[in-house]
Structure formats: C-alpha cells, structure tokens
C-alpha cells in the first residue's frame, strides 16, 4: 500500500464524482436501451433485418457470446431489453449496485453481440466504462444503497485504488490511440478534417452545416482537436496542482463533447463521454456546491465509511492489471498492423470478455463518399413510393440528410448499407421490408425493390462539389425464392 500511496495523486478519485458518474452514465446507459427496445423486433427479432441463423452463419465470431440468440421471437426481444432497462435503472440509482452493474454489464454485452452493425464508438466506451468501474464505489455518495445521512466534516470522500489507475487509463488509451489514428496530412498538414466532418451529411446538424462555411475555424479546430486529444488527458498525470488540471482537462473535454453533440449526429456518444469525464473532477467542485445547498435549511447529505481495502479485492485488480495489458496490447497491434503482437487466444479472450476496442473515429480522415438512400418500392396496387420516407419517390437532396433515420441505430446500419454493399448485407434487408410491408396493416405489399444511394463526394477545400452519382446497391424481387 505504501507505493499506492506515493502514485496517489493520479488513482485519487472523489466519490461524489464517481457517485455523479453512476447517475449521469447510467441515464445514457437507459436512454440506449428505451431505444434499442423502441426498435427490438427490426433489429434483433428473426423478423427483422438479420434473422439468427443468418447472423450466426455469416458475421458472428465464434469468440462471441450472446445470450439474446437463445430465442428469435421478437416478445423474446422485448422481454430481454426490459429486463436490462430494469437492471440499469436499479444500477442508477445506486440499489444492490454491484449486483447490478454486473447483471447490466451481461445483459448489454449480450445486446450488442447480438447485431454488431449497429455498434459505434460509443456502444464500445459504454460498455467498457461499466467494466471498468466494477472495482470502485459507486454508491457512496447519491444512492438508495446508503440512506444513513451525516454532516460530519470529516467524511472520507477520497479514494485511492489500482482500479482507480485502470479507469483512469482506459479514458486515457481512446483519446491517445484516437490521435494516432489521426496522424494523416488531412489532420497534420491541411488541416481540413474538420471541414470533411461537417460534410458527412449522414451525421451533420443544422448548426455543423452553418459551420462548416467558415473554413479558417475549422482549420484551426482540426489543429486543436489533434493536439488536445495528445495533451488533454495527460493533464489527469500531473503530479503538482493536481487538482486544477484536471479540473481543466474534464471541462475542457466536456466542452468539446458538448459541441461535437451540437454540430453532430453521433448519438449517445458525446454524452457517455461527457459522463465518464464527471468522475474526474475534483472534491473543491462538490464542496462549493455542498456549501450552496447547506444554506438551505435542515439539508443532509449521504456521506460514506472508510473504504478499508482487502486482499480479495486486490485480487480482483490484479487480475483487472493483466485485462488492462491485455488491452493496450491489443490497441498498439491494431494501431502498428502486427496483429502477431497478441496471440489469437489472448485476443479471443478480449472478445469474448467484450474488452475489444479500436479507436478510429473520423481517422485516419473523415470519409469523404456521402451521401443518401432512396428506397424505390413498387407494391402489388402499381404505387411507387420511397420505403425510407414513405413518401413520393424523389432524388433530390434533403434538406438535412441525418434527419432520415429515426435513431442512431439506423443511421448507422444505414452507413454500413453503403460501407460494406454486398450480397451478405442487402438480401436479409431487402427480405426485412418486404416482411415489413406485409405486415402493417392497410398497406398493399411491396412487390418490388430497387435500392439506390445517391453518392456525394466532398471535394478539397476551396474545390466545387461534383454532380451526385446514383449507385444501384440491389434489385429485389419479394415473391421470389
């Protein structure tokens, strides 16, 4: 425990903040799930757009574990999604909170194994944050777990751990792993990253599209964005004014998450990490505003015991050490192309466990082919119409391609429509909408499908886009065999 000691400054966290973490990570974490529940039957049902067998057969790793393929009806669904909505509410509000980090963290492993095309960035740092915030009291501080109140003075708030350390990195390895990715003369030499981002209409606001005029700022913000991502979480290491700096690199990046949040489309994303930050901010924030409430006659607040450690649970973080080695392992062969550098069980057992990661968002640069789809459907009455609208079939531009999708779980299996366009992926979608024709009620089935992406390529700056380029992904006939 002594050399714990002398490495402190940086494992210190505040259990107010981590408490904030719990809630604030835990709203995300709900907020996901009312929308994959929203969407089970499309998404993970049999019905929907890649039935088990075909999932199974076709994309699942043999290192994965899923236990939502168990049954393919779609109330199986629905059942495992509210069981997991029920477990993250119970975690969020700190009740048995342990008990159910652990069933949640299960329950979301099985979901996003279930249907990975869905999976962005932040599926993975949701994930990885329940995981590696199962060896620290969440539920000292803001819990139904601890309803004893004191206003004793001298109420431990700080935590030091090995598991604090992990946490801490795990933050640490996106950001810096996410700037080396980066490190291409779109970021490092013209700086136009920023401006190809907020080009990608898939994702951009009406806010990113005004901004995205102003070429110089964007210029400059690529600058930034690069550099901070190297620098801004290193501040959490510093050994002197500890507190000031990270109080600096968690309002510095919930800054930036905010405004990625207000230019982009990148759905729960900016908002888990803005959580995750939360628990870095020092006790002197909670102080201040624990002054401002006792103003407020009779106020209590739930404060902890000592957290005493013990052998078990040094146990546990030692073996959450080798997890961690696993990971930045994994990370740096991902990053230099040797995959060699991890042995393939080692790397099944990071599949298995779901600590899988790559980092390569907007990276090595933001793509560059956009665009939009129109879902021709011809239905057995003669009407035509677009199946992604339900409107009358147009070719021309929305106003604001993002608005296409009603959740990020669209959009994003949308993208990999266009991204991966082969037979593998097309036949089960077009199969899907013919399914989802016959089934809603009062609507002549879809007879015929044409499915086509209007390409979109931004060019260098200063450069006047191109004409739009229709590609025909898939015909498809529904009373085919």
Request: aromatic share 16%; proline share 5%.
């Amino acid at each position: 425990m002594n050399l714990l000691r002398r490495f402190a400054f940086w494992t210190e966290l505040d259990l107010r903040s981590l408490a904030v973490f719990r809630i604030a990570m835990g709203a995300c974490l709900c907020s996901d799930l009312v929308t994959k529940l929203y969407y089970a039957r499309d998404f993970y049902s049999d019905w929907g757009v890649m039935p088990r067998t075909y999932w199974v057969s076709n994309f699942m790793s043999n290192s994965k574990i899923s236990l939502m393929l168990a049954n393919g009806e779609a109330w199986f669904q629905y059942a495992f999604l509210a069981v997991a909505l029920l477990s993250a509410l119970l975690f969020t509000a700190g009740y048995k909170t342990k008990l159910f980090q652990i069933i949640t963290l299960v329950l979301l492993g099985s979901i996003q194994t279930r249907n990975s095309f869905l999976l962005s960035a932040a599926d993975d740092l949701l994930r990885l944050s329940l995981f590696w915030s199962l060896l620290l009291p969440l539920d000292r501080y803001y819990s139904v777990s601890h309803p004893t109140t004191s206003t004793h003075p001298q109420a431990q708030t700080k935590y030091y751990s090995i598991a604090g350390a992990l946490f801490i990195l795990q933050l640490v390895i996106m950001y810096i792993f996410t700037a080396f990715y980066k490190w291409n003369p779109t970021w490092t030499e013209d700086s136009s990253a920023i401006y190809y981002a907020l080009n990608i209409d898939h994702f951009t606001t009406p806010v990113g599209k005004w901004f995205s005029q102003y070429e110089q700022a964007g210029r400059i913000l690529t600058q930034v964005t690069l550099i901070w991502e190297f620098v801004g979480p290193l501040l959490l290491f510093i050994p002197w004014k500890t507190k000031m700096f990270r109080t600096i690199a968690a309002l510095s990046f919930i800054g930036f998450h905010f405004s990625l949040a207000v230019c982009l489309n990148l759905g729960t994303f900016p908002w888990v990490a803005i959580s995750y930050w939360l628990a870095f901010l020092p006790g002197d924030v909670w102080e201040t505003a624990l002054n401002s409430f006792k103003k407020i006659k009779g106020s209590q607040f739930i404060t902890p015991t000592q957290i005493q450690g013990n052998h078990r649970l040094l146990t546990l973080e030692l073996i959450f050490v080798g997890f961690m080695s696993l990971v930045f392992t994994q990370n740096l062969a991902d990053l230099i192309n040797q995959r060699p550098l991890l042995p393939k069980p080692l790397r099944s057992l990071l599949m298995t466990t779901n600590l899988n990661q790559t980092w390569d968002m907007f990276a090595p640069y933001p793509i560059r082919n956009d665009g939009w789809f129109v879902l021709e459907g011809t239905y057995l009455n003669g009407e035509t119409k677009d199946c992604l609208t339900n409107q009358a079939i147009t070719f021309a531009k929305p106003s604001y391609v993002s608005n296409l999708y009603p959740s990020s779980e669209w959009r994003k299996f949308y993208l990999f429509l266009w991204d991966r366009g082969d037979r593998q992926i097309l036949l089960p979608f077009a199969r899907y909408l013919c399914r989802s024709s016959k089934s809603s009620d009062g609507m002549s089935p879809l007879s015929t499908l044409k499915i086509t992406f209007m390409k979109e390529t931004t060019p260098p700056l200063g450069m006047p886009f191109p004409d739009v380029v229709p590609v025909t992904l898939w015909q498809h006939d529904c009373f085919s065999k």
